[in-house]
């Protein structure tokens, strides 16, 4: 079965009843769907391609769905959710859905994440919206007591500091840093863990690029393990229009780099696969 027949059988197409989309910090919402089939099969690190349906205030309406990532799934309720902060045209559509309305959705898509070896400890570093799937995989985790996980959240400032009381209720360590000072550590969240990650850390990160490439060479500085969640623009997210194709290090051919999918690839890989700039 080829890689994108292979997508497609665990993938649903939905119009999902939206239980609710609401507020949770400045300029960020979550919504949550009744999608049975879909929080069946999703997994931690997994997306859905949503269709943004409307228009905004100047009756603008989008053309492309947008990924976003899935921050927890419920298969006994039959639900999943999803984070996401209003930045443009898209975004600013979904926040003026109301609850008992549909959403059009495809998922959930992509490679998850890879739970760490049992002498390993999970150390989750998140930033922005990069957040919303590390609880999901701190969810999971959290399940087995084996796993010790511990979470750094970052983020430019106090009012977009989201899901830190959603880590606590799993009763896991978590540690906050703002780049202006307001909440926790005054300063980067990737500096704030590394002064604490043990030596038989695990490192899971996702969020803003430059914050992504900082971990990854603190992972190889300090040889440890790491998965990183990368966020590109999708065209289709299934693999066919090779427009969110990222540089990998792995070179088969000559010195040349070859790339590879974030929607089907990825969104989940080895930091390691990744060619840095």
Same mark, same amino acid.
């Given at each position: 079965m080829s890689g994108v027949a292979?997508?497609? !059988?665990?993938?649903?197409? $939905?119009?999902a009843p939206v239980l609710f989309n609401r507020e949770i910090a400045a300029d960020h919402f979550q919504m949550r769907l009744k999608a049975p089939a879909a !929080?069946?099969?999703?997994?931690?690190?997994?997306?859905?391609?949503?269709?943004?349906?409307?228009t905004d205030s100047c009756g603008r309406s989008p053309l492309l769905r947008r990924p976003l990532s899935?921050?927890?799934a419920d298969p006994r309720r039959g639900t999943i $959710?999803?984070?996401?902060?209003?930045?443009?045209?898209?975004?600013e559509v979904l926040a003026h859905i109301r609850a008992g309305e549909k959403v059009d959705f495809l998922g959930p898509l992509g490679h998850p994440f890879t739970p760490p070896a049992r002498n390993h400890v999970a150390c989750l570093v998140g930033g922005g919206v990069g957040i919303p799937p590390l609880?999901?995989? !701190?969810k999971s985790l959290a399940s087995h007591p084996a796993v010790e996980v511990r979470v750094f959240l970052g983020a430019r400032t106090k009012k977009w %500091?989201?899901? !830190?009381? $959603?880590?606590?209720?799993?009763?896991?360590? %978590?540690?906050v840093a703002t780049d202006d000072g307001s909440l926790g550590y005054s300063g980067s969240v990737v500096d704030l863990a590394a002064k604490q990650l043990p030596a038989n850390a695990a490192l899971y990160v996702c969020g803003p690029t430059p914050m992504m490439t900082v971990a990854a060479r603190l992972a190889d500085k300090r040889g440890i393990p790491a998965q990183v969640s990368l966020e590109e623009r999708m065209g289709c997210a299934m693999g066919v229009c090779m427009g969110c194709v990222v540089e990998v290090t792995t070179?088969?051919?000559?010195?040349?780099?070859?790339?590879?999918?974030?929607c089907t690839e990825g969104p989940v890989f080895e930091a390691e696969e990744i060619l840095w700039r």
């Open positions: 292979a997508l497609q !059988a665990g993938m649903v197409q $939905d119009r !929080a069946r099969r999703a997994r931690p690190g997994q997306f859905v391609h949503v269709l943004c349906d409307g899935l921050s927890d $959710d999803f984070i996401y902060k209003v930045v443009g045209l898209g975004t609880y999901f995989l !701190a %500091v989201i899901c !830190a009381d $959603d880590f606590r209720k799993l009763n896991l360590p %978590v540690y070179k088969p051919i000559g010195s040349h780099a070859r790339f590879q999918r974030v």
